[in-house]
């Protein structure tokens, strides 16, 4: 079976019905277990003491933030390239979850930050891509609002999303390339990930194996509401296609 078949609506359609009840479930027992296992039966940190839970959130939607972006990218080069609507559906889908989950990376980051650093925000590399990231999600789902022909706005917004990419790898990459940033290394297998130390340890088991269910719920969160999504985004152009073909038909 090849994977192009799932380019086909149809087929599309019912995959996605049959197997999202699954990823729905899993999704959602995996972060109600992450969330009560890391908030509630792992230990407060000697440094931050309990305002390090909050990584429980942060660092599941910062990664899922970015790679939902990347996620629209390969999306798009498939539109570019093959021109399959569900693929472009699939981009456009993806944009406002890529986009809450940005918006969450960003606020639980102030509210992690704001006792560590002393301020709620700082011009930071890691934060300053984030946010230029977020812009980008704005700037994505406006444009795709913004026009009408779905054809000129998959191959626009399509190109935006080439662009965007870049910011996409820079918040990925960036406490890599400027060390003097605020924001901590992005490894969470070290120690330093959480505890805001510089010890090369890897992290605890106490806190990486919820941090770890919580990041599993996140990715299947989003693989679910994007199937949801793509699926709603599917019927509503066979909508659009039967209400102008009675429009002629009068």
Known sequence: MSLWEYANPKKFL???ERVM????????TC???GVVWGFFFTPDDYKQGSTVKIIYLHVPAALM???????MLVASLIWLIRRHHVSALAARAAAPVGGVLTLIALVTGAIWGQPMWGTWWEWDPRLTSFLILFLFYLGYIALWEAIEDPD??????SMLCLVGSVFALLSRYAVNFWNQ???????VMRVGAITGSDTSEKVSNVFFYPLLTCIVGFVLLFVALVLYRTGTEIRARRIKALLAR????S
């Not at 009675?246 to 038909?249: F, G, L, Q, V």
């Open 65 to 71: 933030a970015i790679n939902a972006w990347l996620m």
């Open 181 to 187: 940033g605020l924001h901590q290394g992005a490894s």
């Open 21 to 28: 009840p699954y990823v729905w479930a899993v999704s959602l």
């Open 14 to 16: 019912t995959t996605s």
């Open 31 to 33: 972060l109600l277990v």
């Open 246 to 249: 009675e429009r002629i038909a």
């Open 152 to 157: 000129t706005a998959a191959d626009l917004t």
